[in-house]
């Protein structure tokens, strides 16, 4: 058996120095090949790469890292989980996925078991969201975000301003901000992203999605919708021209080259660049914000076992390989992802280290989660769609709000799930 230090047990802690450890047995597993499917990207993709040969040393198991783009990744593993494909071993599955998901997955908890995983380590809103959180769990988290405002300190504080706290500060301050050589905002603009924005606004005011039995509440919650669209729509004044064709790596760049004050972003992908001396034009003036009223989404991804895998031993030890306390702390301060272990944002000495880490726990606690049943992801992708048609004047705040009405209405009566809705 090999051996390798992840999960904190402060019993251990208190008899031998080692490094954050609960003792983990890896088997040898040499011989063996396991083909992991990760998000393409500047976070998990290269997590994951890193980790590859390092398993193997341990372990003397070869890994395979395929990745994709979020769109590309999840009809590709839908395609092969409802195909019973036996091409991958571990799949990184996003929570909102779970529902349509987890038939076709591994129940972990023997595994989780016999390595002696102490799941109650995990933030509990992560935990609640992501990979199961049921009986059964089909997956262990290994990244979580909230939506957060970064924003430049430099110009907040020379400005005599503070981070918004409700969404009319917001286009205030972007108004304010804005010059001839800065944008007062920048958003990722592209159709797949932007439903986000509304829907925080919407939810602040006081909208909600779904009543208990799963009926979509949109048309009777109109006005918070056509104020949540009013804002966000004034607020694209104050961005780049084009903001609205932005992926997350153009927003990325307009902000760390310093052409906007601030921006609505998943902090994992940007405090990596933004601290980089290389990439950056703005190291040690920036910090992140909460979103008003707590609204900031959920980003929560797990990895789980496809249950057609005929390499499961294999696929959980790098599960727990990958996930392990020691593995976050690294991929955090390499690439930015947020850790899933309440531990880490616990650790004063570390938040010295790192203060853009300090302030996110809160959120994480009790976030606003996307639906993780089966209608979730089209659900969600339609929302997208239409907030993007509206910002491009395609369709009138009302029309959009109409329409997702009528397609929730038609997604949420087949198949309805058969417990309450609790959200939001």
Partial sequence: MKRIFGFLV????????IPIAYGLDFPDLSGHEITVYYMAGTTYEPAARKAAPEFEELTGCKVRVVADPYATLFEKQLTSLITRSQAYDVLQVAYQWDGL??????PLNSFIDSYGIDMNLFIPGVLKNCGGGFDKIYGIPNACDVYSFIYRTDIFEGAG???????????????????????GSVLAGLGEQVGQFWRARYLTLGGKFLNEEWQPQLTNNREHGLEAARLLKDLIAYCPEGTLSYGYPEQMQAFILGRAAMAEVWPSFLRAPA?????SSIVGKWAFAPYPGGSGELSAWSLGIPNTSKNKDAAFAWIAFFTQESKQRDFFLELGIGPTL?????DKDFLATRPDLEGILPGLMNP???FNVAQSQEAYDFMDARVSAFLADMISAEQMITEIQEKWE????????DFP????
């Avoid at 301003?161 to 944008?183: H, M, Q, R």
């Avoid at 309440?342 to 616990?346: I, N, P, Q």
């Fill in 10 to 17: 402060i019993g251990i802690l208190l008899l031998v120095t």
């Fill in 421 to 424: 809705y609790t959200g939001f």
């Fill in 368 to 370: 606003v989660p996307r």
């Fill in 275 to 279: 601290g980089d001396k290389k990439e």
């Fill in 101 to 106: 998901f987890m038939p076709y997955l591994e």
């Fill in 342 to 346: 309440s531990s880490v944002y616990e």
């Fill in 161 to 183: 301003l503070k981070p918004p706290t409700n969404w009319s500060e917001v286009n205030e301050i972007a108004a304010k901000l804005t010059t001839d050589e800065i944008y």
């Fill in 410 to 417: 038609g997604l949420f009566s087949v198949d309805t799930p």
